[in-house]
């Protein structure tokens, strides 16, 4: 099992940024691969970022490349996400996650662990 908490959330204006972290608890870090999930009232949950187990390899979410910038630290089982340039859009519960594939995945159905989510909201 891994145990995953996000935290860094809160209340931001438009064009600030803020920084998701999410610390991992459980078997070794370094097997997973992470990504971050956001979810709106009343849409779908949203694949934002993914970085694979190495490091290596990231992928983004088209609404948020450019902005965003996910990476992680395996000495601290940690995971993060840099959001600049934050938008109202953006406002959402944000959610990491983790996988036990080698390369990056965008597919929610694919990861394994979540955690509890971290509330984002932008305001203008």
């Known amino acids: 099992q891994v145990q995953l908490v996000e935290s860094g959330g809160g209340l931001v204006q438009t064009g600030g940024s803020l920084r998701l972290s999410c610390v991992a608890s459980?078997?070794?870090?370094?097997?997973?691969?992470l990504g971050w999930f956001r979810q709106a009232p009343g849409k779908e949950r949203e694949f934002v970022a993914a970085?694979?187990?190495?490091?290596?390899?990231?992928d983004y979410g088209d609404s948020v490349k450019g902005r965003f910038t996910i990476s992680r630290d395996n000495a601290k089982n940690t995971v993060y996400l840099q959001m600049n340039s934050l938008k109202t859009d953006d406002t959402a519960v944000y959610y990491c996650?983790?996988?036990?594939?080698?390369?990056?995945?965008?597919?929610?159905?694919?990861?394994?662990?979540w955690g509890q989510g971290t509330q984002v909201t932008v305001s203008s």
């Open positions: 459980g078997r070794t870090f370094s097997s997973y691969g």
């Open positions: 970085i694979s187990r190495g490091g290596g390899q990231t």
């Open positions: 996650a983790a996988h036990p594939y080698y390369s990056t995945r965008a597919d929610e159905r694919q990861y394994n662990y």
